[in-house]
């Protein structure tokens, strides 16, 4: 299949707004390392597993978890330790409201055998990883089925093109003002 064009309605419909929050849990570490975009994987809620699966975009808000004070290691399935930090190495500026892309589903190109809800925060987090942190997160609408891809370079074109599609979209004014609903 190739990419349908995205269209967008003039302000989120239902079933948007989506805010929600949800603990960031470890993936399979390929969204950095293989393709150089990070995703913050959170469990797939019933609300999320509901919406058909593709690529969102919306805003989102990291919240250290201060109740957790100590890291943490955990084991990945494959075996590699994670070390959840809760987010409290995140610096003040990384606490901001910034624009996401989010991911539900089945990841074609990897044959994943779990559904799985991915967030790509739009913003270059200098201070390292944040398993274990909360994220916020307000889901505004859609923009493309899931799709295979013959090569990685290929699937990496099209996340940057949900990046610059989900920026643009959010500085309608329509789309900019769910901003504020995070706090
Ligand atoms: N995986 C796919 O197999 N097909 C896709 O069309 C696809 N689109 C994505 C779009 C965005 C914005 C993001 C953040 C991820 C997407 N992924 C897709 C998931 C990607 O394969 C996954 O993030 C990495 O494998 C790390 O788990
Ligand atoms: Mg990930």
Redesign the pocket.
């Known amino acids: 299949m190739t990419r349908p064009e995205t269209v967008v309605p003039e302000a989120p419909t239902s079933p948007y707004p989506i805010h929600n929050s949800a603990s960031i849990i470890s993936?399979?570490?390929?969204?950095s390392s293989?393709?150089g975009?990070p995703?913050a994987?959170i469990p797939v809620n019933t609300e999320l597993n509901n919406l058909p699966t593709g690529?969102y975009y919306g805003w989102c808000k990291v919240h250290p978890d201060k109740s957790k004070s100590c890291d943490s290691t955990h084991s990945r399935p494959d075996g590699k330790p994670i070390i959840f930090n809760h987010g409290n190495n995140l610096q003040i500026e990384e606490l901001k409201v910034f624009p996401m892309?989010?991911?539900i589903?089945?990841?074609?190109?990897?044959h994943?055998r779990e559904k799985?809800a991915?967030?790509?925060i739009i913003q270059n987090f200098k201070s390292g990883d944040f398993y274990g942190a909360k994220v916020e997160y307000i889901v505004l609408g859609y923009?493309?089925?899931?799709?295979?891809?013959t090569t990685k370079e290929a699937?990496i074109e099209?996340?940057q093109l949900?990046?610059q599609i989900a920026k643009k979209i959010l500085e309608r004014k329509e789309y900019a003002e769910y901003e504020k609903r995070l706090d």
């Open positions: 993936g399979f570490g390929r969204g293989e393709l975009i995703t994987n690529i892309v989010m991911s589903g089945w990841n074609p190109f990897y994943n799985a991915e967030i790509h923009i493309r089925p899931e799709l295979n891809y699937l099209d996340i949900d990046i």
